[in-house]
């Protein structure tokens, strides 16, 4: 099976991943990044493909959905008014320029 062969998942997996993708792009990320992203997410919490067979149930956890806006929000809190400012200005500047392409 070639590397990104979709063909093990579950039709929930898919789901999940088309979901988380396109929240990602609702808040600016590219095309591709934001599948990458989307299909880690389901990796890390379903732990991969679900293939068929005896013993390979895994616990499904959202733990990776919900940790990301956490330690965002915290490392940013802890960083000065300007930086914070300056890191907003190079962010809407990388979008501005992802809007053209």
Do not use: C, F, L
């Not at 895994?58 to 915290?74: N, Q």
Request: glycine share 12%; charged share 40%.
């Amino acid at each position: 099976m070639p590397r990104g062969d979709k063909s093990a998942y579950t039709d929930k997996q898919k789901r999940q991943a088309q979901h988380i993708e396109e929240s990602y792009e609702q808040r600016g990320i590219g095309e591709e990044e934001a599948e990458r992203r989307a299909w880690a997410t389901v990796n890390k919490e379903t732990g991969g493909g679900k293939k068929s067979g005896s013993g390979r149930g895994h616990a499904v956890t959202h733990e990776p959905s919900r940790r990301g806006g956490k330690i965002g929000g915290a490392a940013s809190a802890h960083r000065p008014a300007e930086e914070r400012s300056a890191s907003a200005r190079k962010a809407a500047e990388t979008r501005r320029k992802n809007e053209e392409k």
